[in-house]
């Protein structure tokens, strides 16, 4: 059966009240909002790159040596030990990078910057240059997560006053918890925004347990998908404002790092239950149930030998995606309504011919779409800039992403 015949959807999503606004508005004091955001006043960077713990030797935002299968933390390495947060610590939806923060690879407070990200990326799971970038070009240059002129990020609640360079006039910048913008509906282990009133980046520990049930505790691609699967059918069922829009490609490539990032060379790779639940923090009690505990790197974990690369994670969308197929689009007036992106997506659904190419320019275009063509005046030229960063990461192999031309 052709994907783009799995679902009756109809119409397009010309009506999602709830999605009108782009830029992120105060959430004030609802769950990761500026009231209720910890506050840390004891900023204080990641850890400075040591020659005697040199990992990947990414320093200054600037790319490593791309070669991995070394033990993070390194023995004696103490500057990276992990430690407990506290709370007036930011921690956010993404396990990952809570992980970082506790080690002390990004800053411990949750406040990091552009090349922090870049450096902890590389350095602790061998994530490739080109993908690190584009994360963090994502997050803090089209998402409106971050500040494009500080180039910092929290990676959790809205910390606006300290990542501003000007709170009056930049607005809010909310955060990996902005709804929406990196963080969407459907979450392996977070519950939607709205239904939870606001707080998206919790980790819920029963949906950890039924992750497991449904995998088996083996979080392979072929077993994430068809959780993936399962958790789109509860969302929309029971989320009267679902929203999945095609930045739903980012949840499948985010989904990929429990496989391809997070494996234990010394447990052969393998995707299994402890390793991933440690990075997720979820301890598993006696009675089958678990308890959230702050997230760390496994003991002796040996990270994954080549770099993950753009492409690499651009495959692994399309792999996990096409084995258990969902819709792009929305609740509104009790109904499903399917979104259209040609020649990629119609009516919600992903093209039977789509190729892992096609994947990576609909991912180019998310985040050229965004920023408008009318602040080319104020800001560097979206196309210059994407240009400059697809032609210094992928050489020109590589440019626009498997696009046929550059966007404008």
Not at 230 to 253: D, K, M, S, T, V
Not at 311 to 334: H, S
């Amino acid at each position: 059966m052709k994907i783009d015949q799995i679902l009756p959807f109809v119409g397009l999503a010309t009506a999602l009240p709830w999605m009108g606004d782009k830029r992120q508005q105060s959430g004030g004091a609802q769950p990761g909002g500026p009231i209720t955001c910890p506050f840390n006043p004891n900023h204080q960077p990641a850890a400075s790159w040591d020659p005697n713990f040199p990992y990947n030797h990414a320093k200054n935002g600037l790319p490593g040596k791309g070669k991995g299968g070394y033990q993070v933390p390194a023995e004696g390495d103490t500057a990276h030990r992990f430690i407990t947060p506290t709370d007036k610590d930011i921690r956010g939806p993404c396990p990952g990078l809570n992980a970082l923060a506790n080690h002390g690879f990004i800053a411990r407070d949750g406040i990091t910057t552009y090349n922090e990200l870049l450096d902890a990326l590389q350095n602790v799971y061998n994530v490739g240059y080109d993908l690190a970038n584009f994360l963090a070009f994502y997050a803090i240059y089209v998402a409106g997560l971050g500040d494009p002129v500080t180039k910092k990020l929290s990676i959790g609640c809205d910390a606006t006053t300290r990542t501003s360079w000007s709170p009056i006039i930049t607005g809010s910048e909310p955060g990996l918890n902005g709804h929406s913008k990196m963080e969407i509906d459907a979450s392996l282990t977070r519950n939607d925004f709205f239904p939870a009133s606001g707080d998206n980046f919790s980790f819920n520990a029963s949906l950890f347990k039924v992750f497991e049930e449904s995998t088996g505790g083996l979080f392979d691609v072929d077993r994430i998908s068809k959780y993936r699967h399962e958790r789109w059918h509860q969302c929309q069922a029971e989320n009267p404002q679902f929203y999945f829009p095609i930045l739903g490609l980012f949840q499948y490539g985010a989904a990929s790092f429990l496989y391809e990032l997070w494996p234990n060379g010394n447990e052969g790779y393998v995707p299994n239950l402890h390793n991933t639940a440690t990075f997720f923090g979820a301890l598993r009690l006696p009675d089958g149930n678990y308890l959230r505990v702050p997230e760390r790197i496994p003991a002796s974990w040996v990270n994954r030998e080549k770099p993950y690369f753009l492409l690499d994670i651009a495959a692994e969308i399309f792999k996990m995606y096409t084995k258990n197929p969902v819709g792009f689009g929305g609740n509104a007036g009790g109904e499903f309504i399917g979104i259209n992106e040609p020649p990629f997506i119609n009516d919600g659904a992903l093209n039977a011919n789509t190729t892992v190419e096609d994947v990576s320019c609909l991912l180019y275009q998310i985040i050229s779409r965004p920023v408008p063509s009318t602040l080319n005046g104020i800001v560097t030229p979206l196309v210059e800039a994407t240009e400059a960063l697809l032609i210094t990461l992928f050489g020109a192999e590589f440019n626009n992403l498997g696009c046929p031309f550059a966007l404008t």
